[in-house]
């Protein structure tokens, strides 16, 4: 990288820094701690045997219900911005993830996939990709910079053929939501099997994900008008043994700028944006202690791979030990048998005029002499084959209990090193992260 390219992309960071709010900052910081090119965590874990996956930067809010029940408006209402067709006909016919961005734009499915590839798995869902979008937005409207809405095509019964398996893809969904809003209307009510079915199936399990919401509840009419909507829709619920849970809360909520006039009842609308700011709030406490327990796991990978090392390079002493000893027992029948041949037959010792060399040599052709003379005669020939297979025996054990273990290199043992000190700064820097985190509920007076 040359060093304008490099100014440049530390003033656009620079700028980025001053229009991100603190959250964005963090889950950005912890998002970059993974996934860098050259020290990502990543990478570091790959190395150690370890698979760590990148955190998310958004939460994802499924939103579910009957046809017309207000979804899309709901998103609408949450970005103010008209981002999603609205309307009293089946207006949203696939998916769509609306999600912010520096641009306004539309993808189609495949980009869609590229943009996320963990939804990669929607491939499988037969027809979902020629019905997926996703709409961007450069609104910074509540907290939507760190949300993802999954806004569902409108549940109906009956005849209504879906180009794709809509309970299917929608339970899969589910499964990679942070939050399942499901919207009853006055209108549809809980009457629609197939929103009750997947509902059902969706709570049993996720129900901590799960909330339910009366929604357009400014055309449910009169207060007892609404109450009774409110009971008959849960009444349908709780006959399915699945939804029969205690602690039932279907708060109320409508658009205010989509009332004709004033509404009479309560709304609670705020309590959706409440429950995405506390599933916010949740990931960011989960990204941050996910950050630790990965840098403990790897920090402690390397600790162990490095003790590894240690006693390795001690078990190899200990085989080369065993080998000598080995080597030396295979080695030493033939070693005295090649000496006394030397000594005695060729007489070299002589023939080098050393006396004491001389002597040695008297010394262990007598020490030959007398092992061969404790064999008698006739075994002396199957002693020699004894002594040969022996050998060979000794020899083979020698090679087995002398095999070493593979070591570190210096330059691997430095990177361990080095990974051990780069995680420990990233705790460092995660401490500090947590800190600015809990300031901004607490005051930085009460965070030491
Ligand atoms: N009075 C009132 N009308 C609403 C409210 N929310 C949505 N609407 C209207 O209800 C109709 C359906 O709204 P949508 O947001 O398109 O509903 P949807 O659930 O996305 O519908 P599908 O995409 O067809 O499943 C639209 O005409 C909206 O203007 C509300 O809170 N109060
Ligand atoms: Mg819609």
């Known amino acids: 990288m040359t060093r304008r390219t490099r100014s440049a992309t530390a003033a656009a960071s620079s700028t980025e820094n001053v229009t991100l709010s603190t959250n964005e900052r963090i889950l950005r910081d912890c998002h970059s701690f993974y996934i860098d090119e050259d020290r990502g965590l990543i990478g570091i874990a790959q190395q150690l045997g370890l698979t760590l996956f990148a ?18 408006s709901f998103i609408n209402w949450y970005v103010g911005e008209h981002v999603q067709k609205t309307g009293v006909a089946m207006e949203t016919q696939g998916f769509t993830f609306v999600t912010s961005g520096k641009k306004r734009e539309s993808l189609t499915g495949n980009a869609t996939l590229h943009l996320y590839p963990h939804f990669d798995e929607l491939r499988k869902h037969r027809g ?15 907290k939507f910079s760190l949300v993802t809405f999954v806004d569902t095509p409108g549940l109906v ?3 209504m053929i879906y180009a794709f398996n809509v309970d299917d893809t929608i339970l899969w969904l589910g499964d990679v939501a942070d939050l399942i809003f499901v919207f009853f209307d006055p209108i549809g009510q809980a009457l629609c099997k197939r929103t009750l079915n997947i509902v059902e ?20 009419g009169t ?8 009971m008959q829709i849960v009444q349908e619920l709780c006959k399915r043994p699945g939804l029969n849970k205690a602690a039932f809360e279907m708060p109320t909520i409508y658009i205010p700028t989509l009332t004709g006039k004033t509404a009479k009842c309560e709304n609670q609308l705020e309590n959706t944006a409440k429950e995405i700011s506390k599933a916010i709030d949740q990931m960011i406490q989960t990204t941050l202690n996910a950050l630790e327990k990965d840098c403990q796991a790897i920090a402690s990978l390397a600790q162990k791979k490095k003790e590894k090392d240690q006693a390795d390079r001690a078990f190899n002493w200990k085989a080369r030990f065993r080998g000598l000893v080995f080597y030396s027992l295979a080695f030493f029948f033939p ?3 090649l000496l006394s041949l030397l000594t005695s037959g060729v007489g070299i010792v002589e023939m080098l005029g050393y006396e004491q060399g001389k002597e040695v040599a008297e010394q262990l052709q007598n020490f030959i002499e007398g092992l061969f003379g404790l064999v008698p005669e006739r075994y002396q020939v ?26 570190l290199s210096k330059r691997s043992k430095r990177s361990l090193e080095e990974i051990r000190d780069y995680v420990e700064d990233i705790g460092k820097r995660k401490k500090a992260l947590y800190k600015e985190y809990l300031e901004q509920s607490v005051g930085s007076e009460f965070v030491s």
């Open 382 to 407: 199957g002693f020699l084959v004894c002594q040969a297979a022996l050998c060979v025996l000794l020899f083979l054990l020698g090679r087995c209990v002398s095999k070493t273990r593979p070591t």
């Open 223 to 230: 207060e007892s008008d609404r109450q009774r909507v409110m």
């Open 157 to 159: 019964d009956g005849d």
């Open 128 to 142: 979902v990709v020629e019905y997926l979008t996703t709409e961007i937005s450069t609104s910074k409207e509540n």
């Open 335 to 337: 070693l005295m048998l």
């Open 201 to 220: 199936k969706l709570n049993s399990k996720h129900p901590d994900r799960i909330r339910f919401y009366l929604s357009k509840a400014d055309t449910a």
């Open 55 to 72: 955190p998310k930067k958004k939460i994802n809010v499924l939103l579910i219900g009957n046809h017309s029940a207000g979804k899309s």
